[in-house]
């Protein structure tokens, strides 16, 4: 219990001084945001603070800080220092300039701003990656909640009866304007997923449930290794590549840059607390890391997620459980398909402020997506884990050259410089070892790993050199 609650302090100091740290750094300014320069009434829609917050939270989290801490704590309680440190010194950073560079870019969605600060081939690498990704993203949030609706509503409404209603739906919050369906019901279910977290968190404590306290040993069951496998099935809640994906949006929508590290880098934080809570609540409530194998084995993530609120939480934790498990899903899968959208117009430079030209791009994507939801769910969301974690490592390295250009100080580029060289490693080492990779053995993939790690930070210091040297000589002149 002591861990678990050091853990809750060390996030909330978190964004209070190293996310003061990273707002220090970028040097938000008065300057007028997408929203208050060129409001379309589509896309650039200026919001309150508070509910830009909240989609964002929603945006970011879905089941994500749910499903993969769940999973992520069958290592035990050393997924608590991935959670904490992860998120604060990565992934908070990550979603913090990620949004913001795109405040400075107009908007721009991440494959511009990686392909300005990473060249023109890592711009069309990562175009046609991250409408990949969420194209992945929307077929597993399509087909994951309606199966669970087709299990507790009437025998004719089958699983593809609800994979059509999503689909319709899906259309829709991808082409209306986003304070219509997104900013109004959003914010209402972001609540919800902090309201749920909050009520686990006094069940656990009321049911005098014992947290497990630290240790640096891997407990997890089958013997699987910690790196890399704990790194990526442990996205949301830590960091994320998605989560960049969806920060543009509300970068159209704050009103102030002085706003970014409330909207951007506090929604990671709260998304990470959430991730904590159900870390915790998995192995304390299933009492070992074993338990809760085997709870996930036969339950599924949706069933032990309902088991542990409707003994935590009552009833209303069951309805608080079919919210989380149905709606939270859904609400990421049409915010990747509204983000691949602007990614597809960003692209082709096609103005999305008529409707029927929001249509002919949504399309095509939501039609993609659904040729994919025939296709196995948990081979579709294995490769996406790993598509989802190399999405982060191409973020930071721009991130980080964005921070040698721009940033007062070169090094200060390091902030996101040695987690992009992190992910790296573990990204590499993944897809080498996993068994949807090449399934090679540790003792060859942690040194590929890693070496391609020191290569990236090499690569990545010339080239910071010849930035800086650059800006140096336009200054002279």
């Given amino acids: 219990m002591i861990t678990f609650i050091c853990a809750l302090v060390i996030l909330f100091l978190g964004y209070f001084l190293y996310g003061k740290l990273a707002e220090r750094v970028f040097k938000p300014d008065d300057r007028l945001t997408p929203a208050m320069e060129r409001p379309d009434g589509v896309d650039c829609v200026p919001m309150k603070t508070w509910r830009v917050f909240m989609i964002q939270l929603l945006n970011i989290a879905g089941t994500g800080p749910i499903f993969g801490a769940l999973l992520g704590a069958v290592f035990g309680p050393v997924v608590f220092l991935w959670i904490v440190f992860g998120s604060i010194l990565g992934g908070a950073v990550h979603d913090y300039m990620s949004g913001m560079i795109s405040v400075r870019m107009n908007g721009a969605s991440l494959s511009e701003i990686i392909g300005k600060y990473l060249g023109g081939a890592a711009k069309q690498f990562m175009r046609v990656f991250s409408v990949f990704l969420m194209i992945l993203v929307g077929a597993v949030f399509t087909k994951s909640p309606a199966e669970l609706l087709a299990r507790i509503t009437p025998s004719w409404a089958n699983t593809a009866f609800w994979i059509a209603v999503i689909l319709v739906y899906y259309i829709l919050a991808t082409l209306l304007p986003i304070d219509k369906l997104i900013g109004k019901f959003y914010p209402l279910f972001g609540g919800m997923l902090i309201l749920m977290a909050v009520g686990i968190v006094i069940g656990l404590f009321a049911g005098g449930y014992q947290i497990p306290e630290m240790q640096l040993a891997n407990l997890n069951p089958k013997g699987t290794s910690v790196f890399p496998f704990m790194f990526v099935t442990v996205a949301c809640g830590a960091i994320s590549g998605f989560h960049a994906t969806q920060s543009p949006m509300m970068a159209r929508c704050i009103q102030s840059e002085r706003q970014g590290r409330r909207v951007f ?63 939270c899903p859904i609400s990421t899968g049409d915010t990747a398909f509204r983000s691949a959208r602007l990614t597809v117009a960003d692209w082709f430079k096609i103005d999305q402020s008529r409707f029927i030209k929001r249509f002919a791009v949504t399309i095509p994507l939501v039609a993609a997506s659904t040729a994919l939801t025939l296709l196995n769910a948990e081979v579709i969301w294995r490769y996406l884990s790993w598509c989802n974690q190399t999405f982060a490592v191409f973020t930071l390295w721009a991130e980080a050259m964005y921070l040698v250009r721009n940033a007062k100080k070169r090094w200060y580029s390091l902030m996101c410089a040695l987690p992009a060289a992190f992910m790296t490693s573990v990204c590499t080492s993944y897809i080498l070892m996993a068994d949807e990779g090449f399934k090679i053995s540790s003792a060859i993939a942690y040194p590929i790993g890693i070496s391609l790690a020191a290569v990236c930070m090499v690569l990545f210091t010339v080239k910071s050199i010849k930035a800086v040297r650059k800006v140096q000589q336009n200054n002279d002149t």
């Avoid at 990671?268 to 607390?273: D, F, K, L, Q, T």
């Avoid at 870390?279 to 009492?287: K, N, R």
């Fill in 265 to 327: 880098y506090g929604a990671m934080i709260v998304e990470s607390i959430i991730a904590l809570v159900w870390a915790a609540a998995g192995v304390a409530f299933y009492e070992t890391t074993g338990g809760l194998q085997n709870a996930l084995a036969n339950l599924g993530q949706s069933g032990v997620v309902y088991d542990i609120s409707i003994v935590l939480l009552g009833t209303v934790g069951g309805a608080l459980a079919i919210i989380g498990v149905v709606v």
